[in-house]
Each structure stands twice: as structure tokens, then as C-alpha cells.
């Protein structure tokens, strides 16, 4: 499989997410034009410290565009599966391409512990007080476990590294036990070390 890439470090779309994009560097309008044209998709990955690429992304579906009139793009990117990077191609594009592996796993069946969703709304609510986030806690009580561990992970300002290290953990439950890790560990540095349960 071929698809152009968009390396964003903190932008990570996980399967059955939405990410919206304001697209307005000419080489990534270059893409999303490739991108329309060959099947709608776009490879999310980021990078390591030193620049190099991860082993592991996410396709992302366009499922919505607008052209604005000073030429940028607003496109909304569906979270399909995750890929495993086998190499860079060139061909002669501004953008990058690269050859890669569907990975795919069905989760959908794994269970996920029946307090981890309390746990996080709990640890999330402290940590967007903190943070001064401005979020409506009693939105995302709306929102199944699997739901809500996603757009914590997406939308909080965490380092890179761990946003891609939460990519690649496939089991609900443990991606939920990660996040929660990371959620303490921010409280802590914070300075909400006493308020974490």
C-alpha cells in the first residue's frame, strides 16, 4: 500500500476519530490534491526526536473538504487503521510517500474495567483545571470509555512521545491504564500530586 504522509508531531488520529486539518503549506495542498484523486487517504505519522519517522501510523480517511478562498484546505480525516511504515519512496512529489502495511486488530470485543471511565473523567477533570482548559467534563460523560480515552489522548497537550506510544497499544484496557499513567504523571508535575486517588 502507498499513501502520502503528514508528519505532525501532537496531531495523532486514531482509528474511529476524527481529526479536523487547515491545510495551507503548499507541498500538503500538493497532498490532499494527490490524496482526492487516489482513493481520499492520508497517513498521519510523527517523528522522533532526531526527525526520523515512527514504525507505526494511522490512515485517515478524507471524509470532508473546503477550498477557502486564499487557496487553503479544511479537510476532516477519519481514523481507519493503523499502518506499519516499510519505507520512504520518492517520486518526485513535494510531499512524502511511503510504502506500508494495514495493521489491522478488532478490540471491539475486549472488555475495558467498569470503573476505568470514572477514573479518567475523575483524573482528566483535575488535569483540564490545571491545565486552565476550558472542556464541559459533563460532554464527555456522554462518550463510551473507549470513546473518551481517544479524545483525551488526541486533543491533551502531551509530549509526542507519549501520544505515539498510546498509538501503539491496540488493547482498550491497557491503553486506558497508559493514559491514566500519563494523566498522574502530569498531575504530579503539575503540581496536583495530592489530588490524584
Same mark, same amino acid.
Not at 508531531?9 to 503549506?25: D, H, K, M, R, S
Not at 526520523?52 to 478562498?69: M, P, R
Not at 487557496?71 to 519512496?89: A, D, P, S, T, W
Given at each position: ?59 485517515? &480517511? ?63 477533570? &483535575?488535569?483540564? &483545571? ?32 507519549? &501520544? ?34
Amino acid at each position: 500500500m502507498q499513501i502520502p504522509i503528514f508528519p505532525l508531531n501532537g496531531a495523532v488520529l486514531y482509528p474511529e476519530t476524527n481529526l479536523p486539518l487547515n491545510i495551507f503549506e503548499d507541498r500538503y495542498i500538493d497532498m490532499v490534491d494527490f490524496a482526492l484523486s487516489n482513493k481520499r487517504l492520508i497517513g498521519m505519522i510523527q517523528t522522533d526526536k532526531k526527525g526520523k519517522l515512527f514504525k507505526v501510523g494511522c490512515i485517515g &480517511k478524507i471524509t470532508s473538504f473546503n477550498e477557502t478562498k486564499d487557496g487553503r484546505y479544511l479537510i476532516n480525516l477519519e481514523g481507519m487503521n493503523l499502518f506499519l511504515l516499510k519505507k520512504e519512496i520518492d517520486m518526485g512529489f513535494k510531499f512524502r510517500i511511503i510504502e506500508g502495511n494495514s495493521i489491522k486488530h478488532n478490540s471491539n470485543n475486549l472488555s475495558i474495567d467498569s470503573n476505568v471511565k470514572k477514573n479518567l473523567l475523575n483524573k482528566y477533570s &483535575k488535569y483540564i &483545571k490545571n491545565k486552565k482548559i476550558d472542556l464541559n467534563i459533563s460532554e464527555l460523560e456522554k462518550l463510551t470509555t473507549k470513546q473518551l480515552a481517544k479524545l483525551i489522548a488526541m486533543v491533551s497537550p502531551f509530549d509526542h512521545i507519549d &501520544k505515539q506510544m498510546l498509538l501503539e497499544i491496540s488493547i482498550p484496557n491497557e491503553f486506558c491504564k497508559k493514559l491514566l499513567s500519563i494523566l498522574d504523571i502530569e498531575l504530579v508535575n503539575d503540581g496536583g500530586g495530592k489530588t490524584i486517588n
